[in-house]
């Protein structure tokens, strides 16, 4: 194509010269035009933009970044430009995973790290941002290979691994431990932790490996029947972590015995995937940005539109160690950090009375305020608010139960166990 | 116990229960965790064979027992069909269960999730979960595998998704 062009402007330049008449040139002036238009036409599309250094607020159709800038501008975020210094993980880049990257790609986050070990299959088409011919690429290169076009500024790395196994939730730690991006960042790797696994196994890992690490981190979800789903932040030690109470869920209202699971596994929809995924990634924004409300939880039901919200205290006798060393951690800084945000309120509360009057003062004035928000005990079932169950049960008080002692092995050696269940096996 | 056929409960109900809450990650009390495992299958495959219902091999892969591969076969219809088995133990175990997975039936059924893990009922986990710590690999099989086994092979062979290794060409062995 670009050759043609180029012989086509050959050609045109000697007609050109070979005309006698003067008169002639003018039609021939607006060919050239036209072949160099054309050329300059083909050049953009697979070229790439080159990388931008620093985020401008000028407005010009070339400036990325000139809308998100705009947000400074009406007061909405203080300073746009620190979220190019932020690290996202995300795990799952399923039907959630690569929308909130994408959204986050836009936004043009400082680092994504993306986690997820399945290839991209054509029964994904009914979800957004894989494309047809990605089919058969990992769901991480084929996101890597969208993310850097859509936005080269993004550090990208990605990990093709199950974060469930013993292996690969090693590898998950050190990933998140890794302070290459930022090294005088305090705390881990990341500044936050996006779940967007579509099973309770890789929740759980998450849940252990930011107990362990400390790390602030969002839960979402969709359910099975496609009809509804949640975002949660969770805080060791502060808030409620995965394993202190059984996962809670937004209830569908549909009756569960009509719900015919027989032949399929799961369902899911375009539109509930993006809802969750844009409502975790604003969550994500406000709390990276501290703009707004940052929500400890939030449910979507569809079928209601129904929006239910909640607040979860960490259970004492939560079955995680590494939770419950993260809420004695908390009770030990908790008294200073109260003091620290009744003083911050207070001057800002003082601050905005002097000053010229925002719309925003008596959402200030409402929070200066010392009582606890109403925090529910993550433990008893009644206190969930309307719209919101358990999806599974607590354990049972561990108790000997009557265990049929009788045919039980007395060896208590671990290769003789191990031979005796071979043999077993062999015959 | 809702949801279960009285011979799965009747079996479950034998199973040797284990004690000790600790994952592959917990050192010392794993290997502790680990012994148990081995009494209760143990204990599970005896009982299989003298009750003439044997449907599954399984051991460990590696010393550490965190890799777990085997067979488990079904039979109808007089013949045998026979799979692999294999599953890894989970991080969070034994909070959650392993995920266990038949990769020869990948892609053949819907009750399937990717890489040949099977689609558990609504009956499963909620059942694991109250008995955490004392449900382990030999429950997982009893509970998960087996009513899956029994709803799905049927299913499969009617609808000829799967063949009879002896009709299978390219097999020889009986
Ligand atoms: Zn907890």
């Not at chain 1, 036409?41 to 705009?70: H, I, Q, W």
């Not at chain 1, 979220?83 to 043009?108: D, N, P, Q, W």
């Not at chain 1, 925002?358 to 004035?365: A, K, S």
Request: hydrophobic share 35%.
């Amino acid at each position: 194509m670009e050759v043609e062009l180029k012989e086509m402007m050959n050609d045109l330049d000697s007609l050109m010269q070979s005309l006698t008449d003067p008169s002639h040139r003018a039609p021939i002036d607006k060919l050239k035009l036209r072949v160099e238009r054309l050329a300059n036409f083909g050049n953009f599309g697979p070229s790439r933009r080159t990388k931008v250094k620093d985020m401008s607020a000028e407005v010009v159709d070339s400036n990325p970044y000139s809308r998100l800038m705009a947000l400074q501008r009406m007061g909405i975020v203080q300073n746009y430009e620190r979220i190019r210094e932020f690290s996202v993980a995300i795990v799952g880049i399923g039907g959630v995973g690569s929308v909130a990257a994408e959204m986050l790609t836009r936004c043009g986050i400082g680092r994504l790290l993306l986690y997820d070990y399945d290839k991209v299959e054509l029964a994904n088409m009914n979800r957004l941002f894989f494309r047809p011919e990605q089919v058969g690429m990992t769901k991480t290169d084929a996101a890597v290979q969208t993310l850097s076009d859509i936005n080269p500024d993004v550090v990208l790395e990605s990990f093709t691994l199950n974060i469930t196994t013993v292996q690969g939730f090693e590898t998950f730690m050190s990933s998140l431990k890794n302070k290459s991006f930022h090294p005088n960042k305090q705390g881990s790797g990341v500044d936050l932790v996006l779940s967007c696994v579509d099973n309770y196994e890789a929740r759980m890992a998450v849940n252990q490996a930011c107990n362990e690490l400390n790390q602030t981190w969002m839960e979402s979800g969709v359910s099975e029947d496609a009809v509804s789903g949640h975002i949660q932040l969770l805080i060791p030690g502060e808030t409620a972590c995965f394993a202190c109470a059984p996962p809670l869920v937004v209830a569908s209202g549909v009756d569960e015995r009509t719900l015919k699971r027989e032949g399929v596994c799961a369902a899911s929809l375009p539109t509930t995937m993006g809802v969750v995924a844009g409502l975790l990634v604003q969550n994500t924004l406000k709390y990276l940005l501290e703009f707004g409300q940052v929500s400890p939880y939030l449910g979507y039901n569809s079928l209601k539109d129904y929006f239910p919200t909640m607040e979860m205290k960490p259970n004492p006798q939560c079955s995680n160690s590494a939770c419950q060393q993260r809420q004695k951690e908390y009770l030990l800084v908790k008294p200073a950090r109260d003091a620290a945000t009744k003083a911050k309120m207070e001057a800002e509360a003082s601050s905005s009375m002097e000053g010229p009057l925002h719309l925003d003062n008596e959402w200030n004035i409402s929070v200066v305020d010392d009582t606890e928000p109403d925090r529910i005990d993550v433990k008893s079932s009644d206190a969930l608010p309307e719209g919101l169950t358990h999806e599974l049960p607590s354990a049972d008080e561990f108790q000997t139960v009557c265990t049929p002692e009788a045919p039980v092995s007395a060896i208590d050696d671990i290769e003789e166990l191990r031979r005796q269940l071979d043999a077993l096996n062999s015959t | 116990m809702e949801g279960w056929d009285p011979s799965t409960k009747s079996t479950l109900t034998q199973i040797p229960l284990l004690s000790t809450k600790a994952g592959p990650r917990d050192g010392a009390p794993w290997t502790q965790r680990l012994k148990e495992e081995y009494k209760s299958l143990i204990a599970y495959t005896q009982m299989n064979k003298s009750n003439d219902n044997d449907w599954f091999r399984i051991s460990a892969a590696n010393p550490e027992g965190t890799r777990w591969t085997g067979k488990c076969w079904y039979v109808h219809n007089l013949l045998k069909y026979e799979f692999d088995l294999q599953f890894d133990i989970p991080v969070t175990y034994p909070a959650t269960a392993p995920e266990l997975e038949l990769p020869e039936l990948d892609g053949k059924t819907q009750k399937m999730y990717r890489g040949g893990k099977i689609c558990l009922t609504v009956h499963f986990k909620p059942l694991w979960a109250k008995n955490c710590p004392r449900f382990g690999i030999a429950h997982a099989l009893c509970l998960g595998l087996a009513p899956w086994l029994a709803a799905e092979i049927p299913i499969l062979v009617d609808s000829g998704m799967i063949k009879h290794k002896d009709d299978a060409a390219s097999s020889t062995e009986s």
